[in-house]
Nanobody
Framework: QVQLVESGGGLVQAGGSLRLSCTASGRTFSSYAMGWFRQAPGKERDFVAGINWSDGNTDYADSVKGRFTISRDNAKNTVYLQMNNLKPEDTAVYYC???????????WGQGTQVTVSS
């Protein structure tokens, strides 16, 4: 059974940075694309960024382009999200998942809370 564990969230001031991590256990993801999503209070969960596991091609939501960077470490079965120049509107619970395009394929983990103060 696959487990996705997100970590690295926290409280940060606007303009600050955080790096999120997502580790998959129970199965290797060396052949799959992985992505990050976020859900703000009262809103739907939205795609943030994705990375093709084999060649490293990336995709980003327009709202985070130029500020967020997704990367992966195949050996550690881990995907990262470096978030710079954070804005209050980035406040949300962040989740990772295996993806096809911008669609999640697996059950969600517990997520990690990111709160950006103004």
């Amino acid at each position: 059974q696959v487990q996705l564990v997100e970590s690295g969230g926290g409280l940060v001031q606007a303009g600050g940075s955080l790096r999120l991590s997502c580790t998959a256990s129970g199965r290797t993801f060396s052949s799959y694309a992985m992505g990050w999503f976020r859900q703000a209070p009262g809103k739907e969960r939205d795609f943030v960024a994705g990375i093709n596991w084999s060649d490293g091609n990336t995709d980003y939501a327009d709202s985070v382009k130029g500020r967020f960077t997704i990367s992966r470490d195949n050996a550690k079965n881990t995907v990262y999200l470096q978030m710079n120049n954070l804005k209050p509107e980035d406040t949300a619970v962040y989740y990772c998942n295996r993806i096809t395009g911008t669609r999640a394929l697996l059950s969600w983990g517990q997520g990690t809370q990111v709160t950006v103060s103004s």
